[in-house]
Nanobody
Framework: QVQLVESGGGLVQPGGSLRLSCAAS????????MGWYRQAPGKQRELVAA???????NYADSVKGRFTISRDNAKNTMYLQMNSLKAEDTGVYYC???????WGQGTQVTVSS
């Protein structure tokens, strides 16, 4: 089973940027579906962005035009570039892979002045 480790979270001011990384313990080449999800305090976990092996992507309406998901199979890593961050983007961000339904431990993103 592939283990996932997120990094890159932190505290950022509104309008700022962060880049999250999700490093896998094994090859992601054969993993079709990977995604980023987030959970805000008191809310359910929600899909932020997803990418499949062909490179096709899908985004939540709330992040379209601001976030970009990508994957580097050679580095066994998935990324989430987050620009123009808003307070409502605050939450714990988790990466997910669909082959074995594995989750990372999450990384906290806080957008606040």
């Amino acid at each position: 089973q592939v283990q996932l480790v997120e990094s890159g979270g932190g505290l950022v001011q509104p309008g700022g940027s962060l880049r999250l990384s999700c490093a896998a313990s094994g090859s992601i080449f054969s993993i079709d579906y990977m995604g980023w999800y987030r959970q805000a305090p008191g809310k359910q976990r929600e899909l932020v962005a997803a990418i499949i092996s062909s490179g096709r992507t899908n985004y939540a309406d709330s992040v379209k035009g601001r976030f970009t998901i990508s994957r580097d199979n050679a580095k066994n890593t998935m990324y989430l570039q987050m620009n123009s961050l808003k307070a409502e983007d605050t939450g714990v961000y988790y990466c997910y892979e669909g082959s074995r339904s594995s989750w990372g431990q999450g990384t906290q993103v806080t957008v606040s002045s």
